[in-house]
């Protein structure tokens, strides 16, 4: 294979690499975002319940103040029986008396029904705190794995950009241009295997001659659609069903 070719190839492998490496490095905010999202919804949900607790305690604080006014009103009311001297007033104190001891009975059926929501929302809580626990030591984990990986891409950037920089060093400036020209044209690929008589990217059939010039891999020969430069592997697989470039 000629040295140029050879070369252009690892090169373009080198590229392919870089590229991926950069895509994922660039994917970091948005996973990270997704952890930060997901650590959100779980405090988030230990927040409401602790609100919706303290906004049930303190209707329940209001009930019970409300039944100590009344159950007050309630004794003077009982007082005043002993003193009343006709009939009328005494009917009177009964029906204020009653409604004293109803109003006293509904406040206690009140504070009765959101003492058992309390208890239900108190272990709801537990629940969601314990939650929260488990969320916040997966995120932590996962943040950790995540800067490891890209702390790791980083270096193999780094790597790949000093082996990119030495190899290109070694290719003839024309043929190193004609690459560089076409990858900025082709989303970064600029380099393609022939198979079964096609540019395996763009799926284009070759010329005869041209498909046998490139079966000799001595020569720099572009693909005349998508002008990626053209190599040949021998006994290499049947090619796969992939999409054009």
């Known amino acids: 294979m000629l040295p140029d070719l050879e070369r252009l190839i690892r090169l373009q492998q080198l590229e392919t690499a870089a590229e991926e490496a950069r895509r994922k490095i660039a994917d970091h905010p948005q996973r990270a975002q997704v952890l930060d999202d997901r650590l959100a919804a779980a405090r988030a949900a230990v927040d ?56 006293i009975k509904t406040r206690e059926d009140r504070i009765l029904e959101t003492m058992m929501e309390s208890d239900d929302m108190s272990a709801e809580l537990k629940k969601a705190e314990a939650e929260l626990k488990s969320v916040e030591k997966t995120v932590m984990a996962e943040r950790h794995v995540m800067e490891q990986e890209v702390a ?21 400036r024309h043929t190193l241009a004609i690459f560089e020209n ?42 005349d659609s998508c002008r990626r430069i053209l190599y040949f592997v021998e006994n290499a ?6 999409p054009h470039v």
């Open 152 to 172: 790791a891409l980083q270096a193999e950037l780094d790597k790949t950009a000093t082996s990119r920089q030495k190899l290109a060093a070694e290719i003839d």
């Open 48 to 103: 409401g319940i602790k609100a919706r607790l303290a906004d049930a305690l303190n209707k329940r604080r209001a009930e019970e103040k409300e039944v100590s006014t009344v159950q007050t009103r309630l004794a003077k009311y009982k007082d005043q029986l002993l003193e009343v001297k006709t009939n009328r007033e005494y009917q009177a104190m009964l029906h204020e008396i009653e409604t004293a001891q109803n109003d």
């Open 237 to 242: 697989p049947a090619s796969p069903a992939v």
């Open 182 to 223: 076409t990858a900025k044209g082709r989303k970064g690929i600029a380099v393609s295997e022939a198979r079964d008589g096609m540019c395996t990217i763009c799926h284009v059939r070759l010329r005869p001659q041209v498909f046998n010039e490139v079966r000799r891999n001595d020569s720099i020969i572009q693909c």
